[in-house]
């Protein structure tokens, strides 16, 4: 999408901001996250009762922002934010990770 972002911009005669990709989620078979891997929407995830802040605290710990098992809030994760600390790697998502230790719950 950046190609199309920067033409948006130039067409606009606007100076694009600088971008920064992060890395893929994938799922428990190490491919990228899909459809395929099933329930994989936010809504889908909190309707299996994940809590808001234990997602946030995931994602954040995926990026090496939070040790994992953290919960958070978005707010309070701007005081953590540095973009040389930023993992490089594709997160992967394992159910026992969202969902507990003893989760039965499919993967996300």
Not at 55 to 81: D, K, R
Request: glycine share 10%; aromatic share 4%; no cysteine.
């Amino acid at each position: 999408s950046t190609p199309r972002q920067l033409a948006l911009y130039q067409a606009l005669a606007h100076a694009p901001p600088e971008f920064l990709h992060v890395p893929l989620v994938h799922g428990p078979d190490g491919e990228r996250l899909a459809k395929r891997h099933g329930q994989s929407s936010v809504a889908e995830l909190r309707g299996r009762g994940l809590s808001a802040n234990k997602l946030i605290g995931w994602l954040a710990a995926s990026l090496g922002m939070l040790p994992p098992g953290t919960e958070a809030t978005a707010a309070s994760l701007v005081g953590h934010f540095s973009l040389s600390a930023l993992s490089t790697e594709p997160a992967q998502v394992e159910p026992r990770e969202l969902f507990g230790a003893e989760s039965s719950a499919p993967a996300p």
